[in-house]
Nanobody, 124 residues
Framework: QVQLVESGGGLVQAGGSLSLSCRAP????????MGWFRKAPGKGREFVAA????????YFADSVKARFTISRDNAKNTVYLQMDTLEPEDTAVYYC?????????????????WGQGTQVTVSS
């Protein structure tokens, strides 16, 4: 079992920035691809971004491309989501997830381990 703990959510005005972190204690972090998903009120869970085991490959939803950046530090067992130029439509609970696969990372089905989520609210 992989425990994932998100942090960094909060309230920000439109156009602002937030940085989310997800820490996964344990020695196996570098063997997992990591992803971020979000769920807004009344909507289904939506893929946001993913990063491969090594960090060499990253993937983004079209809605966040060029505004969000995903990165990881395997020495710190942590994956980050830097969110810039935030829009009210980005308001959601953000979840990080871990996958033992290194493909099809845009699908929630690829992920077996999930964090508890952190709220991001963007005011207009």
């Amino acid at each position: 079992q992989v425990q994932l703990v998100e942090s960094g959510g909060g309230l920000v005005q439109a156009g602002g920035s937030l940085s989310l972190s997800c820490r996964a204690p344990g020695r196996t972090f570098s063997s997992y691809a990591m992803g971020w998903f979000r769920k807004a009120p009344g909507k289904g869970r939506e893929f946001v971004a993913a990063i491969s085991w090594s960090g060499r490959s990253t993937y983004f939803a079209d809605s966040v491309k060029a505004r969000f950046t995903i990165s990881r530090d395997n020495a710190k067992n942590t994956v980050y989501l830097q969110m810039d130029t935030l829009e009210p439509e980005d308001t959601a609970v953000y979840y990080c997830a871990a996958s033992s696969r290194n493909y099809a990372l845009g699908s929630s089905n690829a992920y077996a381990h999930w964090g508890q989520g952190t709220q991001v609210t963007v005011s207009s």
